[in-house]
Nanobody
Framework: QVKLAESGGGSVQAGGSLRLSCAASGGAFRTYAMAWFRQAPGKEREFVAAVSWGSAPTYYADSVKGRFTISRDNAKNIVYLQMNSLKPEDTAVYSC????????????????WGQGTQVTVSS
């Protein structure tokens, strides 16, 4: 069973950048599709980005397209989320998730989750 642990969150001013990491342990990481979701206070969890087991294809929410990049290093069992040009509306708890099979954008399809990491963007 894969276990996930996020890191890299923090506070940044608008326009800044952060890189989140999600380290996987305990399973065949390279067989899992990976995704990032986020949840802001008082809002539902929303899809951010996803990557197939082979590093392609990738998928992005319209709200982050062109600013965020998801990537994975199967040799290190890590998936990254590079976040550039951050906006206050990107403030949320970011969680990585894993599933076997095809990548999806529906949180309900993912059975494995990390604990989340807080990202706060100030204006």
């Amino acid at each position: 069973q894969v276990k996930l642990a996020e890191s890299g969150g923090g506070s940044v001013q608008a326009g800044g950048s952060l890189r989140l990491s999600c380290a996987a342990s305990g399973g065949a990481f390279r067989t899992y599709a990976m995704a990032w979701f986020r949840q802001a206070p008082g809002k539902e969890r929303e899809f951010v980005a996803a990557v197939s087991w082979g590093s392609a294809p990738t998928y992005y929410a319209d709200s982050v397209k062109g600013r965020f990049t998801i990537s994975r290093d199967n040799a290190k069992n890590i998936v990254y989320l590079q976040m550039n040009s951050l906006k206050p509306e990107d403030t949320a708890v970011y969680s990585c998730a894993a599933k076997r099979g095809l990548v999806q954008q529906n949180a309900g399809a993912f059975g494995l989750w990390g604990q989340g990491t807080q990202v706060t963007v100030s204006s």
